[in-house]
């Protein structure tokens, strides 16, 4: 954020394109942190993102994990077979031409050891908040992906 930028913050009408880029900012600072902290562990944003969806639903679809993961069919398929290859997850047979998603025991170790690298970085990004400020920025970011999603 620029100076012009906090200036803006305290206008009584909030410019629409600050806004949205001091959200886009703060994803892209997560990802950048997020990405460079979890290769210590093995692995990326993206994969270790997939493996939480997958623990989330085990038997789901790619599609399914593809929705979950905010990426297209074909993206999350690549990232898949990616996975599979690192024996992080395994594919079956489900009904009809269906694949169902299964972590390994060595996918459970990358995502829980994942999830400690991410704990920390959100715990020290959100820090500055309150918990009762958390608890109004995730209902606000909520509503907004709500309404941005279609009713």
């Not at 994969?47 to 969806?53: E, F, G, P």
């Given at each position: 954020?620029?100076?012009?930028?906090?200036?803006?913050?305290?206008?009584?009408?909030?410019?629409?394109?600050?806004?949205?880029?001091?959200?886009?900012?703060?994803?892209?600072r997560?990802?950048?942190?997020?990405?460079?902290?979890?290769?210590?562990?093995?692995?990326?944003?993206?994969?270790?993102?997939?493996?939480?969806?997958?623990?989330?639903?085990?038997?789901?679809?790619?599609?399914?994990?593809?929705?979950?993961?905010?990426?297209g069919?074909?993206?999350?398929?690549?990232?898949?077979?990616?996975?599979?290859?690192?024996?992080?997850?395994?594919?079956r047979?489900?009904?009809?031409?269906?694949?169902?998603?299964?972590?390994?025991?060595?996918?459970?170790?990358?995502?829980?050891?994942?999830?400690?690298?991410?704990?920390?970085?959100?715990?020290?990004?959100?820090?500055?908040?309150?918990?009762?400020?958390?608890?109004?920025?995730?209902?606000?970011?909520?509503?907004?992906?709500?309404?941005?999603?279609?009713?």
């Amino acid at each position: 954020m620029t100076a012009n930028d906090h200036d803006e913050i305290h206008d009584e009408t909030v410019d629409l394109e600050v806004l949205g880029r001091a959200v886009k900012g703060a994803q892209y600072r997560h990802h950048r942190t997020l990405d460079t902290r979890l290769s210590a562990v093995g692995t990326t944003l993206a994969q270790w993102d997939a493996l939480r969806a997958i623990a989330r639903a085990p038997g789901a679809s790619a599609h399914e994990l593809a929705v979950a993961t905010f990426q297209g069919d074909q993206s999350f398929g690549t990232l898949a077979t990616r996975l599979a290859a690192q024996q992080l997850i395994e594919r079956r047979s489900g009904r009809g031409r269906r694949n169902e998603h299964h972590l390994t025991e060595e996918g459970e170790r990358v995502l829980a050891a994942g999830r400690a690298v991410t704990l920390d970085v959100l715990g020290t990004s959100f820090a500055p908040l309150t918990e009762a400020e958390r608890v109004t920025l995730l209902g606000l970011l909520s509503k907004v992906g709500a309404l941005v999603d279609g009713p």
